[in-house]
């Protein structure tokens, strides 16, 4: 599975940004999806995960209510829709794919797959 994520740019505070990460290959329904970030001189972190169906859905505290993961297995295309955009948001974000259900307690060892990232910047 090759993953192309984009959508990434600069925004100010407070404004909206929606990634997207389109998938090759024809099992994209069979992955898990999810979005972490890596911040300047941080480690990368989970930010939201989304199951097969997109029934279920998963996001680290500091995102929850404001950032929005789903997913059109039509398309093989994951979205990470970003509201309330916050400074410390800035990072390159990165979409992933796994054989199992990547939540915050995926260790990212584990991740099957990886795109290449796209960087959003908040300015306040």
């Known amino acids: 599975v090759q993953l192309q994520a984009s959508g990434g740019g600069l925004v100010r505070l407070g404004g909206s940004l929606r990634l997207s990460c389109a998938a090759s290959?024809?099992?994209?329904?069979?992955?898990?999806m999810g979005w972490y970030r890596q911040a300047p001189e941080k480690e990368r972190e989970f930010v939201a995960g989304i199951n097969w169906s997109g029934g279920g859905t998963y996001y680290v505290d500091s995102v929850k209510g404001r950032f929005t993961i789903s997913r059109d297995n039509a398309k093989n295309t994951v979205y990470l829709q970003m509201n309330s955009l916050k400074p410390e948001d800035t990072a390159v974000y990165y979409c992933a794919a796994d054989n199992s259900l990547i939540t915050t307690g995926r260790p990212m060892s584990l991740i099957d797959y990886w795109g290449q990232g796209t960087l959003v910047t908040v300015s306040s």
């Open positions: 290959g024809r099992t994209f329904s069979r992955y898990s």
